[in-house]
């Protein structure tokens, strides 16, 4: 139990144009999803919270209008990059949360690799 | 906002029992521990969570002391498969939210033949 799926794996873009990410919990609903970054050699590093049918709330540093969130459903959100740009390029992380023993626990997709030319 | 200290990175032989800590002196009453294994270009993967004492499952063992403030992920006969970075989280996420959201630089287990 407990898979979080994303897609696509990795995207290949164009400098200026927008990319579009999905996150899916198959197997579990999702109340809060999770969205990190993260660079090669680097940590993973939180850029939103995403709550169904709620405005994300971002982290500092984050641009909101830059990187669209939308959670439709408990099982599907969305992370848009608009009008990318080379520095957006990175490692590009889910994660969903469910309490499926104890606590309350984030389960993460496998990630998708966008590269901005 | 309990932040996390690890070692950088730890090497061991195939076949050895590695045991890794984590520091959290900032740990609230609240808060509980997860660690992750994360691999190259793949989304950080769940291992084992607890709150006190040990936890086992068919992969870990976690030992919390009694103060809390540090946990020790114990990976018992380690393979070259198990090289990998390892994270601990420590937050009560469901009631405090993203503030305890912090990755902190993990452990880079490197397994040798």
């Known amino acids: 139990g407990a898979v979080v799926s994303q897609h696509p794996s990795w995207v290949i873009c164009k400098s200026g144009t927008s990319v579009k990410i999905e996150c899916r919990s198959l197997d579990f609903q999702a109340t809060t999803m999770f969205w990190y970054r993260q660079f090669p050699k680097q940590s993973l590093m939180l850029m939103a919270t995403?709550?169904?049918?709620?405005?994300?709330?971002?982290e500092q540093g984050v641009e909101k209008d830059k990187f669209l969130i939308n959670h439709a459903s408990l099982t599907l959100s969305t992370l848009t990059v608009t009008s990318a740009h080379p520095e957006d390029s990175s490692f590009y992380i889910c994660?969903?949360?469910?309490?499926?023993?104890?606590?309350?626990?984030?389960?993460f997709g496998p990630g998708t690799r966008l590269t901005v030319l | 906002l309990a932040k996390t200290t690890q070692p950088i990175s730890m090497d061991s032989y195939e076949g050895q029992e590695v045991n890794i800590t984590c520091s959290h002196n900032?740990?609230?009453?609240?808060?509980?521990i997860t660690w992750y294994q994360q691999f190259p270009s793949q989304g950080p993967r769940f291992i084992i969570q607890g709150y006190k004492t040990k936890v086992t499952n068919e992969v870990a063992s976690l030992f919390i002391p009694a103060d809390r403030k540090s946990s020790t992920l114990s990976l018992p006969r380690v393979s070259l498969s198990d090289t990998a970075v390892y994270y601990c989280l420590v937050g009560d996420f469901l009631h405090t939210g993203a503030n305890n959201l912090f990755f902190g630089t993990g452990t880079r287990l490197t397994v040798i033949p």
């Open positions: 994660s969903a949360s469910a309490v499926l023993g104890l606590y309350d626990t984030q389960y």
């Open positions: 900032n740990i609230a009453t609240n808060d509980y």
């Open positions: 995403s709550n169904e049918g709620s405005k994300a709330t971002y």
